[in-house]
């Protein structure tokens, strides 16, 4: 399998920060946690994201811009735990992950620490869900989600489940389409046999994953913020779901196709 340059020395550099960063932050965030300080807890988990995001070596570029409307929807293809950190920094935001990241070390910690609302994807717990993404909207929050409901492999998008968007039409909210592009490490462009070294996809563990990710020099990453819509210019949710796909898949080919991207 072709590869990129990587350096031991730099990972243990890198690991040793990373670490630092946990351990200075972690306890003022836990402290702002229990208190439900809610504008001083979101800026510190911003500011977590941010912050390990440049000590694992992503370098965003922004296209577009995040849309002023509060609250907003914002909907993304998934294909890393790392869109966590890209989109984490960008702003404060509460995601919607799957229950298992919880219990996730460092990540589960952060996506606790926005606030985000943890899905069991099983019908019995939708109402719960709905009503927990719905008591954030009500506050003016910024909720991220992942319609394609698993990671892809980056270079595609998979279908979108319109169900995810279901807030969207019953509360009239305005909804951003974003393409997260993993373009190039090091420079160099990814391609069908280095794609897995950034995405998260097959039997990779998370710190294994992670720990080969701070031997890279850097990942570019290119972020489309795509025009706001809104549920009453579409037929129904499913119009809306269809339409959000299909920009971001068309955002997502065309960062790809300019960054030299092969899949």
Known sequence: MNSFPQSPLR???????????VLVLVVPAFLLWCMTIERPRARIAQCFYFLLGRVTGLQITLYGAPAKDRPLMLVANHSSYLDILVLGS??????????EIRKWPVIGFLCVLADSVFIERRAADMQRVQSEM?????????????PEGTTGDGFHVMPFKSGFLSLAETHDLPVQPISIAYKSVGGIPLS?????????????????????????????????FHEVQRIANYEDRKALAKYCEKTIREGL?????AAGVTG
């Open 11 to 21: 990972a243990i550099v890198r690991a040793v920060i990373f670490v630092a960063i």
């Open 90 to 99: 960008l702003m404060p935001l509460s995601f919607t992950p799957k229950k």
């Open 134 to 146: 719905a008591a954030r909207l009500a506050h003016g929050k910024v909720l991220a989600l992942f």
């Open 192 to 224: 069908a046999a280095t794609r897995d070294q950034v995405a998260w996809i097959g039997e990779a563990t998370l710190v294994g994953h992670l720990c080969r990710l701070f031997q890279f020099p850097n990942v570019q990453i290119g972020v489309t």
């Open 253 to 257: 080919n065309q960062a790809l196709e």
